[in-house]
């Protein structure tokens, strides 16, 4: 349609035609637009935009001169663009940010530049709400939102979707966050971070939220980008994108990114690399746009990334020197192993705080990701939108990693892959269908859906792990020796050869009815079916100095009567086999009320039930299934914006979250020496939580003098465990006082009770023809979070001299000075640096107290700063 056909179907007090856009006529808008969306199209390029009143009508206004151009694109959101113009798609369609009734924090692509953000991981740091788990490094990072986090191998709580579409799933014996993986943050709309459950509308049930990453797509002019970046440790990072308008009808948009940095954390140990926490990858997309006809348009993307890092390495920080208290205080540690921890403890004294020690010849973290996803829609009638949405991707990962980070004669747990098989290598295929549509002369907006997930291994998942011991030949069982040649107490191989499969299948529909142009109502319901099956044939050794002559039992078997196996072939024929599904449905549902008292105020309030399904993983020992958590939200916001002397915006929101049926990590030791004592420990997931997460979330921005924009951003969380609902221990079968787990009173991992975001940003008043020049701070604090509840019982009594299961409170400054349009020029200079006043800080810590009378943690970044330069090309 023309920019005067969609004149014609408003109702609009303002009559205009083509020539009213700066006297050129706009060229025809095809595709799945509203009209309001087909008039930002149209005015793009222009320093016009269009807003929609409360009445219906579509008022084409002057916009305000950021200095950012296209104001009124439904693609930018310019570091300076007032939030009335951000389109957001967290409703699965494009809509202004101010007219959605969700809490949501967005980022342009200039923001992610300015704060240096490299990875999804980073955005932690700059979102209230979101925190991120980076345990085993920033490439196996889970997020969580508002206190809901994920453990273990249960689901995300926070979905990761690129295009619309969830990330390939991928599974392997240690956490992993199933994220976008790196190499996604390049050449993007935005990103939006959804707080709250998203159970209703996107792919996969999540109770935390969803982040959604938005590509640029491809567009009707001859454009591109050069864009190189330098820095400390050796930084260098080159982007390249450029858009082909092959015809009217079809375009091609193809990017790469490569990035390499050399590791912050230094070994001193003189073994394998001398970096550690590295960045090292490769990323290229290609996305093609056909407009089949003029209401039938195919969206294809088409991703790979590649990584291949040292991995993260942690650090010595605590030791029971002792051996005092129970279990858990790690006084069950060997006497030589946590003495010898202590011993490491005491020589890193004269380190450096990024310096640590590495026991592992050859570490590294390896990993390869490629996703297509085919977007077709047709615009069946004014009123009718269909969209079919499939994707299918490969994510596999290989690790060698000493997972806890101690340099000592025998290393507690090393990881390798099995042989010829990654730890990690999953497909997953994804089928959607929607219907959108509209009636009532648009008072009834409703769409409809049904979604569909299959993955599975790709040829098989192993892991080798080494425990005790420092191997020299891993696979030949030649492990577990000391240096006069005999075997360590207690060393032993275990072999894990895990499988995963998934089923998720599930239908939905929301629609939203307007009363008047003030009120309106909206209710969505989605009925999920969930299959999880896991199988394995795992075992374990007890390593010779003489070669495969160790004994053997399956690792996971109940039964300790297993005891030794026999015969050439016990590794592989099935003796070990176990096979576990787990099945859960469960309908979702979401009503909510908005009220628009004016054209520029939105008050909404809202209730959801949220799910997260059940799982399975058999290297847990009597918990190898877990069922559906359920979650009951309570929400209540305000979005308002405000003009004239004074712009800016200011959103409030409030939530009650009522969660149970917690799926929460348990580790039990079994008791000795009585006939009742189990024969085996419980480990892994059981659903025994009942918690209460509330708080606020605080988002505005406020240009108080020409040029001046101040934004800031806070979160209040309050997040308790009420109750443990199932006695989780036998005290006449389990050893409980040692047991690790989530009790009544204790604050959920990864929720800070405070942090808050201040940017400020200052355009200096220069002529257009010198270029724009802008200054820029962002400091965000954050207090202190637990990451876990498993030296809390050491550090009360004294055992150690600090937390480790806290990471301590953190206030970071990021600075980023840029000059675009140099001269006149299509070239931009930017200096950044983030932790400017270079803050020591925590991130997260290795959990190992109890096992070896010491415990780790992982170090944040030094200050990073950097120059980048980018040069524009094209119409």
Not at 641 to 652: E, K, P, Q, T, V
Request: hydrophobic share 35%; glycine share 10%; with cysteine.
């Amino acid at each position: 349609m023309t920019l005067n056909q969609i004149g014609r179907q408003t109702s609009s007090e303002v009559i205009f035609t083509s020539e009213d856009v700066q006297g050129r006529r706009a060229p025809a808008v095809r595709g799945n637009y509203t009209p309001e969306e087909a008039l930002q199209v149209a005015l793009r390029g222009t320093s016009l935009n269009v807003r929609r009143t409360p009445q219906g009508a579509y008022l084409i206004q002057q916009a305000p001169d950021t200095g950012e151009g296209n104001v009124g694109s439904a693609a930018t959101s310019s570091e300076s663009a007032d939030s009335a113009d951000i389109i957001v798609t967290a409703r699965r369609t494009q809509e202004r940010l101010q007219d959605v009734p969700i809490s949501i924090t967005v980022f342009n692509q200039e923001q992610l530049s300015n704060r240096n953000v490299t990875s999804s991981v980073e955005l932690a740091s700059y979102t209230p709400s979101l925190a991120v788990n980076s345990r085993f490094g920033p490439d196996k990072a889970s997020f969580a939102i508002r206190g809901f986090s994920q453990d273990l191998n249960t689901l995300p709580t926070v979905g990761v979707y690129f295009a619309d579409v969830v990330s390939p799933r991928l599974v392997s014996n240690t956490t992993s966050g199933n994220g976008a993986g790196v190499g996604s943050l390049f050449d993007l709309q935005n990103i939006q971070v959804l707080k709250g459950p998203q159970g209703t509308l996107f792919g996969r049930n999540t109770t935390g939220g969803a982040i959604l990453i938005v590509p640029q797509r491809p567009t009707d002019r001859l454009e591109g980008y050069v864009e190189g970046t330098i820095g400390n440790y050796d930084a260098h990072r080159v982007q390249s994108v450029i858009n082909l308008p092959l015809s009217d009808t079809f375009r091609v948009r193809i990017g790469i990114d490569r990035n390499k940095r050399d590791g912050y954390v230094k070994s001193r140990s003189g073994i394998g690399p001398r970096d550690f926490n590295d960045i090292d990858y490769f990323a290229a997309r290609l996305s093609i746009l056909g407009q089949l006809t003029e209401n039938l348009e195919n969206y294809v993307i088409a991703t790979y990334s590649k990584y291949d890092t040292h991995g993260p390495l942690a650090k010595v920080a605590i030791c029971n020197r002792t051996g005092a208290g129970t279990g858990i205080d790690g006084n069950i540690a060997l006497s030589g192993i946590r003495l010898a921890n202590c011993a490491k403890l005491d020589a890193q004294a004269s380190y450096g705080y990024h310096e640590a020690e590495n026991s592992n010849p050859d570490p590294y973290v390896r990993g390869r990701i490629w996703q297509i996803i085919d977007t077709t829609t047709w615009q069946a009638n004014d009123r009718l939108t269909i969209k079919n949405i499939v994707s299918y991707g490969e994510a596999q990962e290989s690790y060698s990693v000493n997972v806890t980070g101690d340099n000592i004669a025998t290393p507690f747990v090393t990881t390798y892959p099995g042989i010829g098989k990654p730890q990690g290598s999953q497909y997953s295929f994804t089928e959607e269908l929607q219907f959108q549509g509209r009636s009532a002369n648009d008072r009834f907006v409703w769409q409809a859906g049904f979604y569909m997930e299959r993955s599975n291994p790709l040829g098989g998942q192993e892991q080798w792990t080494s425990i005790f011991s420092r191997c020299s030949d891993i696979y030949n069982y030649v492990c577990g020796v000391n240096r006069v040649g005999t075997v360590v107490a207690g060393s032993s191989i275990s072999v894990a050869r895990n499988n995963y499969f998934f089923r998720n299948h599930a239908g939905y529909a929301q629609a939203t009815y307007k009363f008047s142009p003030q009120l309106s109502l909206t209710g969505g319901i989605r009925y999920t079916h969930d299959r999880a099956m896991t199988t394995g044939d795992g075992f374990s050794a007890v390593p010779s100095p003489t070669g495969r002559v160790g004994n053997f039992t399956c690792s996971q078997k109940r039964d300790a009567n297993n005891a030794r196996l026999s015969g050439p072939n016990f590794d592989t024929d099935g003796t070990c086999f176990r096979r576990f599904v787990q099945e859960s449905s469960r309908p979702t549902w979401l009503a909510g009320l908005d009220f628009r008292p004016t054209e520029d105020v939105l008050l909404y309030a809202k209730y959801a039930r949220g799910y997260r399904g059940g799982g399975v993983n058999q290297t847990a020992v009597n918990n190898e299934t877990w069922d559906p958590e359920k979650l009951d939200t309570y929400e209540a916001g305000l979005k308002s914006s405000f003009s004239g002397a004074l712009r800016g915006s200011l959103n409030i929101s409030a939530f009650y979250n009522d969660f149970r049926n917690q799926q929460v990590s348990l580790s039990i030791p079994n008791c000795t020496g009585r006939p009742t004592c189990a024969a085996v420990p419980v480990a892994g997931i059981q659903n025994i939580g009942h918690s209460r997460i509330r708080g606020f979330e605080l988002d505005a921005m406020v240009e108080p003098a020409n040029g001046l924009r101040i934004e800031i951003g806070y979160a209040y969380l309050d997040a308790k465990v009420k109750s443990t609902e199932a006695a989780p221990c036998d005290n006449t079968a389990y050893n409980c006082i040692d047991g690790v787990f989530l009790k009544a009173g204790d604050t959920l991992p990864f929720a800070p009770k405070n942090r808050v975001t201040l940017t400020g940003t200052y355009r200096l008043p220069l002529n257009e023809g010198f270029g724009r020049i802008s200054l820029g701070a962002t400091f965000t604090h954050t207090d202190r979070q637990f990451v876990s509840h498993t030296v809390d019982h050491a550090f009360a009594a004294g055992i150690v001299p600090i937390n480790t299961s806290v990471v301590p409170a953190t206030d970071l400054l990021a600075l980023n000075l840029n000059w675009n349009d140099v001269g006149g020029a299509p070239i931009d200079l930017a200096l950044f640096a983030t932790n400017v006043t270079n803050r020591k800080y925590t991130v997260a810590a290795t959990n190992n107290l109890n096992n070896i009378g010491a415990d780790f943690v992982l170090l944040g970044e030094p200050r990073m700063f950097g120059l980048r330069a980018k040069y524009r090309f094209g119409e």
